[in-house]
């Protein structure tokens, strides 16, 4: 078997990490540090824990803190406008996806004038201009540690996907403190994502030893304490597990890819603006059970390292507890059906085919055990709009 394999420079972990900041910069040769987070982060004052220690290290950091959710080509380029006003010589992204991504997404185009659209995939985006340090203050994304971003065209209305070694990160901080003040909902939706991550790294097409290692790793973790976390959002070992194992399944997918439900999880957050996370775990019951009978011996596994399921529980009783798991944690974490959500039924069936055509042009749902055809694809997409496909 051959494969290849891609990680941060470096990588440290544990509570209190952001203190290093400054000394992981200057590992690197680095001084000249471009911040780029969102609103939040500033007003709240968390950014603080990254600027405080790099002013201690007599570093002059900017700040540019104009992200979004769900972050478009336009942030992107007005980042890079500030990018070009001064001589820096990194960027650290601090906060959740978003701003992690934005950050990868203006290193890569710093590169020349294209637009965004240029290095979407099957471009393969190996180079960026600058590196980028990741902090992430939520678990969920895993963005700290792919060689992934993503980014909406305002115009077209489409979540591109830009991959390559560009958006890896040269070094990242996993400091699960940060995490502390992350509100349930988001806590909810970043866990669902990350265990998204996890699984399907693990029944990709593309899974190899390495990344086997690191999704089962992470789904021991977060399977465990995503309840915990959300009912008792202060409570640190749950939050610790459960950052850790956000940063694991990063890894593994970055090594593996992820497959089906992140390919229908793009367009809907593109053309109704669902957070990310929230579109995973909508799409993750219906999808996993699509692809249960392709791939029974992985599914089962992935159920019994989560603990939906008995380590004596044989594959056909295992996997068939993961689905019901599934629904059964959709249902206590709150998570509602797109139309449970707002989204107009008229509106949602007059976007399927585009949806569904995108979903197949990202690449993502040929990595599932159960490649779909597009027919397939609407019908998952009707189904899960009522919370059929889940039952």
């Not at 001084?31 to 004052?45: A, E, H, K, Q, Y």
């Not at 980014?151 to 979540?159: F, L, R």
Request: glycine share 8%; net charge negative; hydrophobic share 50%.
């Amino acid at each position: 078997m051959a494969f290849t394999l891609v990680a941060p420079r470096l990588i440290e972990v544990g509570g209190g990490s952001i203190a290093r900041i400054a000394a992981v910069l200057q590992t690197f040769g680095l001084s000249r540090p471009l911040v780029v987070t969102d609103p939040f982060m500033v007003s709240s004052g968390l950014v603080r824990c990254c600027l405080d220690p790099l002013r201690a290290a007599r570093m002059r950091p900017v700040v540019f803190s104009d992200t979004i959710p769900e972050p478009t080509d336009t942030v992107v380029e007005a980042g890079l406008r500030v990018l070009r006003q001064g001589e820096y010589d990194c960027l650290i992204g601090f906060g959740g996806g978003s701003p992690i991504d934005t950050a990868k997404a203006m290193a890569i185009l710093a590169l020349g004038q294209e637009k965004m659209r240029a290095y979407k995939v099957p471009f393969v985006a190996d180079h960026a201009a600058l590196p980028v340090i990741a902090v992430p203050t939520t678990a969920g994304t895993g963005s700290e540690a792919t060689r992934f971003t993503v980014i909406t065209d305002a115009e077209g209305g489409e979540k591109m996907l830009i991959a390559g070694l560009g958006a890896l990160p040269l070094a990242a901080i996993v400091d699960y403190e940060l995490t502390f003040s992350v509100p349930p909902r988001t806590t909810a939706d970043t866990g669902v994502d990350a265990l998204s991550h996890a699984l399907e790294a693990f029944v990709s097409r593309r899974a190899n030893p390495f990344s086997d290692a690191l999704a089962l790793q992470a789904m021991e973790r977060i399977g465990p304490y995503l309840r915990t976390v959300y009912r008792e959002p202060r409570n640190a070992a749950a939050r610790e597990a459960m950052m850790l194992g956000a940063s694991l399944a990063g890894l593994a997918f970055s090594n593996a890819s992820v497959a089906l439900v992140h390919g229908m999880s793009r367009p809907i957050g593109a053309h109704f603006h669902v957070p990310h996370g929230l579109s995973n775990a909508m799409l993750l019951p219906a999808v996993t059970r699509f692809g249960l009978a392709a791939a029974p011996a992985r599914y089962a596994e992935a159920a019994r390292r989560i603990g939906f399921a008995a380590p004596t529980d044989d594959d056909a009783v295992a996997s068939a507890r993961l689905a019901e798991g599934l629904v059964a944690l959709n249902q206590e974490l709150g998570v509602p059906t797109p139309r449970a959500w707002g989204i107009d039924a008229a509106a949602w069936e007059e976007k399927l085919e585009l949806m569904a055509a995108q979903a197949l042009a990202s690449g993502s749902p040929a990595n599932n055990p159960r490649v779909p055809d597009p027919a397939e694809i609407i019908a998952l997409y009707r189904a899960v709009f009522t919370g059929d496909g889940a039952a």
